[in-house]
């Protein structure tokens, strides 16, 4: 600030000569250390490649139209071995992301939950909540996804597994369990549900501003829960209400049918999930307690009920405190996911790998995977920042 | 706060510059041959396999044994004189290319395959085969697998980056048959995934299997390999490319080892055979000529790799034949005069 008044001054004297003027000086130290920068990323880049010219190592991102040649185990878009390796990193980045994904919203429940529950006056739960805590963010995140992948495989095998009910089954390949056979009605359905959550969302708004005006409150819970099961419900119904179950079938090796979740997606998905949501636990107990003692007695005082108060005195108060933090929580998970590369879950890292040792072109293969988990951290963070600008205190 | 502001910018902006003017320095310096770095050092920086019994194992007392590592001591016979100074570094099916590329090994004896791709564009070169095998399955007994054929819709564990790896999308494609791939680079981590269920059969090659099988099985009776190889995998030692004397002298160590079977000398006899009436021999060994001279060595080499390491059917009878526990028929890794494939080149 006061740089730029300065320099207001002095351009308007007119004084000396551009060397003392500081507006320039301030542009021309920003426009020499970029030029510094683009010159040393340039000659770093020729230095790369005049050494792996000079050991006659391939260069260039060609390799990632050429046939991959290889498989991989859980595809989320079609891919055999006659694709390319890009699109064989593509399978890869799907797989980072979903199993990510998942991550952070289980992790951020398992949290809040047991964010809540260690300030709770609940004796049991909170104990229960500081020891999951304690065990979880002590222990190393590598050893919580090899624990979780040793204890799976170690389930028994197809012919054995366990099947809590019918169709259901938990054996060494994974969780299996039926779904509903495709059906073209079933779009209709999806469409009802995205209906369904922005109608949910704009009545909770709606409901929210003729509180704040009126000072009436509108029960919303029920209402949402309605207008979100009930119209795809309705939707489904008005088509004829088809249904046939595609049930999973011990058939040769493995199961037919049904759809699954392989033990590699799940021990990540558990290991990553327990050890953030350890994190975030702390992360929302602080927030909770950074919400003054005085707002609660004094809420408490004016008859307002205990789930009230949490819900609109100290819930948003704490989120002020918690949203940042748990930035930062969910870019380390979506980077622990990389993990899965241990126990074979093939993620970007994983096939990544496979095809840095195929084609022999470590510098690239790195280079794309850093930009790609360089993308999704910063997607993450932009979300995040413009969800704590809605959060944040607003300084009127 | 200006002052500051403006020092710390002068700063960055003289450390960039000194950074950006230096001459841009290769990643490595103009080396001279591997040999003068290896003796300089006093040792022979091998990349082995982390774990395959046969090829390369560490024993509790850290000792590596394996065919593989035999090759890591042959060559530190010949150019140090000793086989014992060898630096061993464990390198997975992933990390092995990058580690030879970058300089942080020597030479690259860990099961690798020879093929065109690796040969060309990952800027290395492979010396003669050491070892001949293909990729072979191991099955459960109850699984009722008698044939290739028998294992449509299969759940195969394989490491990542494996030739082995690419060879199963193949076979599995040209028979029409679907299969789910478990690919898990660490080579423990993937056998204890086949012998815990994941997997219904695990693909490596064939060579690799029967260690597995009697040392990681409860029962190894439970478990079946298949008849048959499903790929060409001929295992060769790697180095970099642009060293052509190092390259010569892989290349040249690995024949001894042939010749000196073919030729009857073993470790026993070499001490006699050195002054056999025999030209060949006497010339291999370094009692006359001066083959060491011509790979810039000195004339004893062969016989330290024979006297120190043996010759090739010591080696293999050591790993896999009689004399270890695997008991393998020398099949296509026995002498060209015998109907296998290793044939030494003159040592003229």
């Known amino acids: 600030m006061t740089v730029a008044h300065e320099a207001n001054i002095d351009i308007k004297k007119g004084s000396s000569s551009l060397l003392h003027n500081l507006a320039f000086r301030g542009v021309a130290y920003q426009v020499l250390l970029a030029a510094a920068i683009v010159l040393l990323a340039y000659l770093l880049y020729q230095n790369v490649n005049a050494n792996l010219e000079k050991q006659r190592i391939a260069t260039g991102f060609d390799f990632l139209n050429e046939t991959s040649g290889f498989d991989i185990g859980e595809t989320l878009i079609e891919y055999d071995s006659e694709d390319s390796y890009g699109r064989a990193l593509l399978v890869g980045i799907m797989n980072t992301l979903s199993v990510a994904a998942c991550g952070i919203v289980l992790a951020t429940i398992l949290g809040t939950i047991m964010g809540i529950a260690r300030v709770s006056r609940n004796w049991l739960a909170s104990i229960l909540a500081s020891g999951y805590v304690e065990i979880c963010r002590n222990v190393p995140v590598v050893l919580h996804v090899i624990f979780w992948a040793s204890v799976i495989r170690n389930l028994p095998s197809p012919k054995q597994a366990l099947s809590p009910m019918e169709g259901v089954f938990l054996a060494n390949r994974g969780f299996i369990f039926p779904v509903p056979e495709p059906n073209p009605a079933y779009t209709w359905v999806w469409v009802a549900l995205a209906a369904g959550l922005v109608l949910a969302f704009g009545f909770n708004y709606w409901a929210q501003k003729h509180r704040e005006k009126t000072g009436k409150y509108i029960a919303t819970l029920w209402p949402c829960m309605g207008i979100v099961i009930g119209l795809p419900l309705a939707a489904w119904l008005v088509q004829g209400a088809p249904l046939v179950w595609s049930v999973p079938e011990l058939k040769g090796f493995n199961f037919r049918g049904g759809a699954s979740l392989t033990p590699e997606f799940i021990a990540l998905l558990i290991g990553i999930t327990f050890y953030t949501g350890a994190f975030i636990a702390e992360i929302v107990r602080a927030g909770i307690q950074s919400v003054p003692v005085g707002q609660i007695e004094a809420s408490r005082a004016l008859g307002i009920r205990r789930g009230f108060i949490m819900r609109y005195i100290t819930f948003p108060q704490a989120l002020r405190v918690i949203v940042p933090p748990t930035t930062s929580q969910y870019l380390s998970l979506t980077k622990n996911s990389s993990l899965g590369v241990l126990i074979g879950y093939p993620d970007l890292v994983n096939v990544g790998n496979t095809t840095l040792n195929q084609t022999g072109q470590a510098v690239e293969a790195i280079a794309v995977m850093m930009a790609v988990y360089l993308g999704i951290s910063l997607t993450i963070s932009l979300g995040m920042n413009i969800y704590n600008r809605i959060v944040a205190i607003k300084e009127r | ?348």
């Open chain 2, 1 to 348: 706060m200006k002052r500051i502001q403006k020092f710390s910018m002068l700063t960055v902006l003289a450390s960039v510059a000194a950074f950006a003017l230096q001459p841009a320095a290769p990643v490595q310096a103009e080396e001279g041959p591997t040999v003068k770095k290896v003796k300089e050092r006093g040792e022979v920086l091998c990349g082995v396999h982390q774990g395959r019994y046969g090829f390369a194992t560490a024993d509790s007392e850290g000792r590596y044994k394996g065919l593989d590592v035999d090759y890591c001591r042959a060559v530190a016979a010949a150019v140090l004189g000793d086989s014992e100074k060898v630096k061993y570094i464990p390198v997975s099916s992933v990390t092995r290319f990058p580690a030879l590329q970058s300089g942080e090994i020597d030479m690259l004896s860990r099961t690798t395959t020879v093929t065109l791709t690796r040969d060309s564009s990952l800027g290395l070169n492979f010396g003669p085969p050491t070892f001949y095998t293909g990729t072979g399955f191991m099955v459960r007994k109850a699984a009722g697998v008698e044939k290739v054929e028998d294992m449509g819709g299969a759940t195969v564990c394989v490491v990542p980056g494996s030739t082995t790896e690419k060879n199963i999308a193949a076979l599995f494609r040209s028979k029409n048959m679907q299969y789910t791939p478990v690919v898990i680079e660490n080579q423990k981590e993937m056998v204890g995934a086949y012998f815990s269920g994941r997997c219904d059969v695990m693909a490596m090659d064939q060579a690799g299997l029967p260690g597995h099988r009697q040392f990681d099985a409860k029962t190894p009776d439970d478990h079946i390999i298949l008849e048959g190889v499903f790929s060409k995998e001929p295992l060769a030692i790697g180095v970099r490319q642009g060293d052509d004397q190092w390259y010569d002298i892989i290349k040249w160590v690995t024949y001894a080892t042939f010749n000196a079977e073919e030729m009857g000398v073993s470790k026993e006899n070499v001490d006699e055979m050195k002054n056999a009436n025999n030209p060949d021999i006497k010339r291999m060994l370094g009692t006359s000529g001066d083959l060491g001279k011509k790979l810039g060595l000195d004339n004893d080499w062969a016989y330290r790799v024979v006297k120190q390491v043996g010759n090739y059917k010591e080696i293999y009878d050591n790993n896999f034949g009689a004399n270890s526990p695997l008991k393998l028929e020398r099949g296509l890794n026995n002498l060209w005069i015998n109907g296998g494939l290793m044939y030494g080149f003159p040592m003229k």
